[in-house]
Nanobody
């Protein structure tokens, strides 16, 4: 079955960097778009970034554009989220999601665009 396992979270200082990884299995990774989303206690899931199956198109939330970079390695079946210039408001649990198709049409439509999510990795930004 589909499995998505996130790693790389931890504690970072404001202005610091972290690199998250999501290792996928149980499906043909290169056939599906992937995304990252995050959630803080008491709030809903916030979409962060998405990438097409072949990596040809990439999208970012306004809150992270210019600081975060999503990428993927279809051979290793891994999707990454490079996070730079971290801010305390980036503190959240980060989840990796599998798209239902090769592309993303409505990136923030969680119900209709994605069909699997990992268990998440915690990122805390604090001095």
């Amino acid at each position: 079955q589909v499995q998505l396992v996130e790693s790389g979270g931890g504690l970072a200082q404001p202005g610091g960097s972290l690199r998250l990884s999501c290792t996928a299995s149980g499906f043909t990774f290169g056939d599906y778009a992937m995304a990252w989303a995050r959630q803080t206690p008491g709030k809903g899931l916030e979409w962060v970034a998405g990438i097409y199956a072949d990596g040809s198109d990439i999208y970012y939330a306004d809150s992270v554009r210019g600081r975060f970079t999503i990428s993927r390695d279809n051979v290793k079946q891994v999707v990454y989220l490079e996070m730079n210039s971290l801010k305390p408001e980036d503190t959240a649990k980060y989840y990796c999601g599998k798209g239902k198709h090769r592309i993303l049409v409505f990136t923030t439509d969680f119900r209709n665009t994605y069909d699997a999510w990992g268990r998440g990795t915690q990122v805390t930004v604090s001095s």
